[in-house]
């Protein structure tokens, strides 16, 4: 079976300091992979995805970058950050990138900037 | 754009109450429709979803139909459980292409013994 993992679980950051969070996913090869935000009393925001290695679409201009170094491994960054970066970022996978696929979501990470 | 609107929460229930909370959409086409539930800390779960017009979909008791007439796809359980309490989040996406999943902003569910 499948499994997506994300760490930190919880940050607590200071403005302008570097952030680094990465998502793991295990039991598939190729999966499409997506950063989401979910900013308090807010929905969630798609912020990046990819559909390979190397290969990163962004959705929504901000300071937050993604690298995906592997298969497998999705990165999401910032060389700076803002208080507007505090929220609940989620990873997920999905097998396909068409309508009908489902995608997958790992446990978060619950980031607050000071 | 393509759009989700869900009920404002939160929505408080006794026990064993019925659950209805309304997901409207706006779509240029004939999106896939999905429900997500979050509990407490956690993640997103896939709790069910509906592909095309008329499609039912259930899981833990949870249902939803895809009206195409209405645009609607409104989740409902007949009796809540305490264990029922989360946020739930009604999605679409498209079914051509990448089309990344839209949003609605969800709504919190108390249930209370």
């Known amino acids: 079976s499948q499994t997506i993992h994300q760490w930190p679980a919880t940050l607590v950051q200071p403005v302008g300091s570097p952030l680094s969070l990465e998502c793991t996913v295990e039991?598939?090869?190729?999966?499409?992979l997506y950063w989401y935000r979910q900013a308090a009393g807010r929905g969630l925001q798609l912020l990046f995805y990819s559909v390979g290695i190397g290969q990163i679409s962004s959705e929504v201009p901000q300071n937050l970058s993604a690298s995906r170094p592997q298969d497998r491994q999705f990165i999401l960054s910032s060389k700076k950050l803002l208080l507007s970066d505090s929220g609940f970022y989620l990873c997920?996978?999905?097998?396909?990138?068409?309508?009908?696929?489902?995608?997958?979501f790992g446990p978060g990470t619950r980031l607050t900037v000071l | 754009g393509d759009s989700v609107t869900q009920m404002e929460g939160p929505v408080t229930l006794s026990e064993e109450a019925f659950l209805t909370i309304n997901c409207t959409y706006t779509a240029t086409g004939y999106p896939s429709l999905f429900w997500y539930v979050q509990y407490p800390g956690e993640g997103l779960q896939l709790l069910l979803k509906?592909?095309?017009?008329?499609d039912k979909g259930s899981n833990k008791g949870f249902e939803a139909t895809y009206r195409k007439e209405t645009t609607s796809f409104h989740l409902e359980k007949g009796s809540v459980q305490v264990s029922d309490s989360a946020v739930y989040f009604c999605?679409?996406?498209?079914?051509?292409?990448?089309?990344?999943?839209?949003f609605g902003t969800g709504t919190r569910l108390l249930v209370s013994p």
């Open positions: 509906a592909t095309k017009a008329d």
């Open positions: 997920a996978w999905s097998r396909e990138v068409s309508g009908t696929d489902t995608q997958y």
């Open positions: 039991g598939t090869s190729n999966p499409n």
């Open positions: 999605a679409l996406r498209m079914n051509t292409g990448f089309q990344k999943l839209v």
